[in-house]
């Protein structure tokens, strides 16, 4: 049985591909196949719609997708949630031109919002209790303001966008990053459930890698406790023996963000010849 994979289209497709990748699974296919070969065995793969994906895992025809979770929740889809990858980060916001809604050219009459996130908008404008209504965009949500509507509810990274569209964020609504769901009735399938998890695993190497580089640092035998005690590391640093009794190797993998304190501690603990290497997949 094989596991029915969704993969996005859109600004997030570059950034899951490279993480599959990275994860040593290669993708194959036309760059007009909307049904690419993976690498890696077991896998019915479709590229659809971010919106799509979380559509399919909601009503089972896929088992396993790459979505925002700003999708997932304007969707009201019913999915597993599995890990979220940190990546493609946005929020969801309200914009508008300056002077909403205060300015009298807004009072008296019904606002319109434009957006692609309808069920989102709705939600927003229930909770401010506005007299609005929402009309669906198909994208370039930012040009319809002032003409076409009063206000926006879109997703932003910068808000570079918004600003050189004369709009202002006058409201968070969420924040969002590209995740990986699973459908309620794969998980429930004990077979299914496995390679899912397995696939988790495989994927969440990759990201931890990312945030871990390898120390190694050449220490002489009266250093080597000092050192040792100063290396962060998963569980134990490695300890080896230098040929001809000449002291040890010691290794770890550590934060990348550590590094500027580590550095100079090590070598003030005794340690020489530090070399920093990048890691592929980190397995607990």
């Not at 990275?22 to 719609?49: H, M, N, Q, V, W």
């Not at 945030?211 to 640092?217: F, G, K, S, Y």
């Not at 300890?239 to 190797?249: C, E």
């Amino acid at each position: 049985m094989n596991l029915k994979l969704a993969l996005p289209t859109g600004r997030i497709q570059q950034n899951v591909y490279k993480l599959l990748e990275e994860a040593g699974i290669r993708l194959s296919g036309g760059p007009r196949s909307y049904r690419p070969t993976l690498s890696a065995e077991g896998f019915d793969t479709k590229i659809l719609k971010t919106q799509n994906i979380v559509e399919m895992l909601s009503i089972g025809r896929r088992d396993l997708g790459f979505a925002g979770h700003d999708w997932v929740r304007e969707k009201r889809a019913d999915v597993v949630h599995l890990l979220d990858t940190g990546l493609d980060k946005v929020r969801i916001v309200a914009a508008a031109p300056a002077g909403f809604p205060e300015a009298e050219s807004y009072q008296g009459r019904q606002l319109v919002v434009a957006t692609e996130y309808v069920q989102l908008a709705q939600d927003w404008i229930d909770e401010k209790g506005m007299n609005a209504k929402v009309i669906r965009s198909y994208g370039t949500t930012e040009v319809f303001p002032p003409e076409d509507a009063d206000c926006i509810v879109d997703n932003t990274s910068t808000g570079e966008t918004l600003k050189a569209s004369g709009l202002q964020i006058i409201d968070d609504i969420m924040r969002s990053s590209t995740a990986l769901f699973a459908s309620q009735q794969a998980m429930a399938n004990p077979e299914l459930r496995g390679r899912i998890e397995d696939f988790v695993v495989l994927i969440q190497s990759v990201l931890d890698a990312r945030d871990r580089v390898m120390i190694e640092v050449n220490v002489s035998r009266e250093s080597l406790e000092a050192v040792a005690a100063c290396l962060p590391s998963m569980r134990q640093p490695t300890v080896a023996a230098l040929h001809g009794d000449a002291g040890f190797v010691v290794k770890s993998a550590v934060k990348r963000t550590d590094l500027p304190v580590l550095i100079p501690l090590i070598k003030a603990k005794g340690g020489t010849d530090i070399v920093v290497s990048t890691i592929s997949n980190v397995i607990p």
